[in-house]
């Protein structure tokens, strides 16, 4: 057990693999029972992606599963191989990425599309880890633009669920509780006072669950007002459909998509790195709050081995089992809830990794669980409508902070309407169109005003942070 001989200060242990540093459970850290029952029950998000998949692809059950128990295994390469985080979807780009693969006709070349948007977005990714990139390719876009994608991306994701076949049509009232009490949860300033002064297990435990009470909340509401079925609790395990998947939905029954499916995924994936890279910042931010506290153990981010890891999975994703919701580089609520963990002291948590990769185990082990599945199962559309709206809320504050001055705004605003109507191709080009002509010769750089206090921002940014979740 290499993880008890860790000096004051140091990493956990590892084993060196060129940019990566494998880390074991309960050779390299402590496995940590607390995360791991948590992860068990917080599988009810992942299993939320079904929904999507079955909607837009027209997947069955276990087949949709098969592709949440695969994108869940390579959650575990994150810690596995050196990278600090809780990994997840990427939540606020998955109306782009519904927006993009509704073009297509449902059938092979829908799932052409998404095959090739995953491949590209994973291929664009590992590029920009091996080169360092990354930072630059972000920071050439204006922050009109930028601010337009992310605000649109919030925008597109409300409308998917209350727009015209969204989940709202079959549980308004199960919805509207449910998101009331996670909203309620996660950024009331009233609830957060009565955290402080109440320090007891309860409250301190429906402020980390993150949506997951409102989750259990609409297993009992939904059946109550005829929305739902109640559950039909299975015992066993549950049995995801690799045969299906793989021959009907991956490039090894399908074959491999035309280059034209490629060249129309490249707009739409160049918005989805938008937010993939503000995951990365944010990773960074999240990560600094538990340093100055756990002086102890250093946690060493690299965001270049984070754009390995996670457009390796991607790209493996996009052949093995193609998923809307994307490999994403963080699952934002999650991460804090560990970090607040691990400040609570060695005892607690011993390691950083101890933490992060029992939850991920956790969270495998439910996906394998017939009685947590079937728990789930009536609600999995309440249960994205939840993710999608909370994330909504949270991309189109931190969208209209990406403006710097009113001009900025007007943009995003354009650019934000046109990406919900016509797509990224159209969104990026009226964009640029309109920095252009705004901007001229200060195209990048664009303008500051006092429309927004960027001192008062970046002294709050910690506060920001731990709200956005």
């Given at each position: 057990?290499?993880?008890k ?7 956990s242990p ?19 029972w ?10 009810a998000?992942d299993?939320?992606?079904i929904?999507l998949?079955?909607?837009h ?12 128990v ?12 050196g990278?600090?985080?809780i990994?997840?979807?990427i939540?606020?780009?998955?109306p ?15 799932v052409?599309?998404l ?6 977005l994973?291929?664009l990714?590992i590029?920009?880890?091996i ?6 390719v972000?920071y ?6 930028k601010a337009?994608?992310i ?10 669920v ?5 989940q ?7 919805i509207?509780?449910c998101?009331g ?15 402080k002064?109440?320090?007891g297990?309860?409250f ?19 059946p ?33 998509p035309a ?9 739409a994936?160049?918005a989805?790195?938008?937010v ?6 944010k990773?960074?931010v999240?990560?600094?709050?538990s340093?100055?506290v756990?002086?102890?153990?250093k ?12 457009g390796?999975?991607?790209s ?5 089992g ?14 804090v809830?560990a970090?607040?963990r691990?400040?609570?002291g060695?005892?607690?948590m ?18 394998l ?8 199962q009536?609600i ?12 909504g809320y ?5 969208g ?7 001009r ?13 109507i016509?797509g990224a191709?159209?969104?990026f ?14 195209f990048?750089?664009g303008?500051?005003d006092?429309?927004?206090v ?14 956005v979740i």
């Open positions: 057990m290499k993880w001989n860790r000096l004051h200060g140091e990493e590892y084993m060196p693999a060129g940019p990566f540093k494998i880390r074991l459970p309960f050779i390299h850290y402590r496995f940590e607390p995360d791991y029952v948590q992860g068990l029950l917080m599988c998000v299993l939320g992606a929904t998949l079955a909607q692809l027209g997947m069955p059950f276990e087949v949709a599963l098969a592709v949440v695969l994108n869940g295994l390579l959650y575990l390469f994150h810690h596995i191989l990278d600090p985080v990994p997840g979807w939540t606020p780009a998955v782009l990425i519904v927006l993009f693969v509704t073009q297509f006709d449902e059938g092979p070349d829908r052409y599309a095959i090739a948007f995953q491949l590209t994973g291929i990714s590029v920009l880890g080169t360092g990139l990354a930072s630059k972000v050439m876009v204006p922050n009109a633009i337009g994608i605000l649109g991306a919030g925008i597109g994701a409300i409308v998917s209350f727009g015209e076949g969204g709202f049509g079959t549980f308004p009232i199960t509207t509780i998101i009490f996670a909203f309620y949860l996660t950024f009331s300033k009233s609830f957060e006072q009565i955290r002064k109440n320090k297990f309860l301190t435990l429906l402020g980390n669950l993150g949506i997951l009470p409102a989750i259990f909340l609409a297993i009992i509401v939904a109550l007002f005829g929305e739902a079925k109640w559950p039909d609790i299975q015992w066993g395990f549950s049995k995801p459909d690799f045969a299906t998947l793989w021959a009907e939905y991956t490039v090894f029954g399908l074959g491999f280059m034209s499916f490629f060249i129309q995924a490249i707009p994936v160049l989805t790195y938008l993939v890279f503000g995951d990365v910042l990773t960074k999240l990560l600094s709050e340093d100055a756990r002086t102890d153990e946690v060493d981010y690299d965001p270049n081995r984070a754009h390995l890891i996670f390796g999975r991607n493996l994703m996009s052949m093995i193609p998923d809307i919701t994307m490999c994403g580089p963080l699952w934002a609520a999650m991460q809830v970090i607040e691990f400040k609570e060695k005892k607690a011993n390691s950083f990794f101890g933490g992060i990769g029992s939850f991920r185990w956790g969270t495998n082990t439910g996906l669980l017939l009685p947590i599945v079937s728990l789930v009536p999995l559309g309440v249960a994205l409508a939840l993710t999608l709206l909370v994330q949270v991309s189109v504050r931190i209209v902070m990406q403006a710097r001055s009113q900025d705004l007007g943009i995003a605003g354009v650019v934000a309407a046109l990406l919900v016509k191709s159209w969104a080009a009226v964009g640029i169109l309109l920095c252009f002509l705004i901007y001229g010769k200060d990048f750089k303008e500051v006092n429309t927004f960027k001192d008062s921002l970046e002294s709050s940014k910690k506060e920001e942070m731990k709200e």
